[in-house]
């Protein structure tokens, strides 16, 4: 299986700040690769394809790169951005999603 | 707008079988590639699932092999979770999700269900 290795576990930041979140995949999977934001219940899609947005989704947010090392920016967080985000290879079954960042209030 | 409501959670025992149902609508329940994705209490996601827009191909977790069916009525738009042989380790938030895009999955979850809650405990 695909191991997904995010980094960090949390991550502390205020309204207006930038912030990087890191996943590593176990192996390589060309970009074959997705963002997602959890609130209590869903999980919408951010990014699909390491860095097409989803429609709809704010312009501060944006994916990047390929192979097995991959980033999500969020540039100018906002107060609904506080939730917990997390990561998916689509390369390869079985599907797997890294362990999720919490991006808390400081 | 793209509703999925699952149905079907609550308390077993050990050994028991419970099956789920996610009743879809606002969307051509045909035309999609479905998922079943848990989330044990404090834990991340797991993908347990997925079937084709059709029914033709099913793949399952390594951890639901063998005990799990999901399967599909699209006269009813409806998709099922038989689970057979619960373990203490199946007690998650079971969600059930749409792909992205119409017809061949593209293996990105693009819409969720709020997910229905199963215990196993004895």
């Known amino acids: 299986d695909i191991q997904m290795t995010q980094s960090p576990s949390s991550v502390s930041a205020s309204v207006g700040d930038r912030v990087t979140i890191a996943c590593r995949a176990s192996?390589?999977?060309?970009?074959?690769f997705a963002w997602y934001q959890q609130k209590p219940g869903k999980a919408p899609i951010l990014i699909y394809a390491?860095?097409s947005l989803q429609s709809g989704v704010p312009s501060r947010f944006s994916g990047s790169g390929s192979g097995t090392d991959f980033t999500l920016t969020i540039s100018g967080l906002q107060p609904e951005d506080f939730a917990t985000y997390y990561c998916?290879?689509?390369?390869?079954?079985?599907?797997?999603f890294g362990g999720g960042t919490k991006v808390e209030i400081k | 707008q793209v509703q999925l409501v699952e149905s079907g959670g609550g308390v077993v025992q050990p050994g028991r079988s419970l099956r789920l149902s996610c009743a879809a609508s606002?969307?051509?329940?045909?035309?999609?590639?479905i998922y079943w994705v848990r989330q044990a209490p404090g834990k991340g996601l797991e993908w347990v699932a997925v079937?084709?827009?059709?029914?033709?191909?099913?793949y399952y977790a390594d951890s639901v092999k063998g005990r799990f069916t999901i399967s599909r009525d699209n006269s009813k738009n409806t998709l099922y979770l038989q689970m057979d042989s619960l373990r203490a380790e199946d007690t998650a938030v079971y969600h059930c999700?749409?792909?992205?895009?119409?017809?061949?999955?593209?293996?990105?979850?693009?819409?969720w269900g709020q997910g229905t809650l199963v215990t196993v405990s004895s």
């Open positions: 999700a749409r792909d992205m895009n119409p017809g061949s999955a593209s293996y990105y979850v693009g819409h």
């Open positions: 998916q290879q689509a390369h390869t079954f079985p599907l797997t």
């Open positions: 192996q390589p999977i060309r970009n074959w």
């Open positions: 606002g969307f051509t329940f045909s035309n999609y590639a």
């Open positions: 390491a860095s």
């Open positions: 079937i084709s827009y059709d029914g033709s191909n099913k």
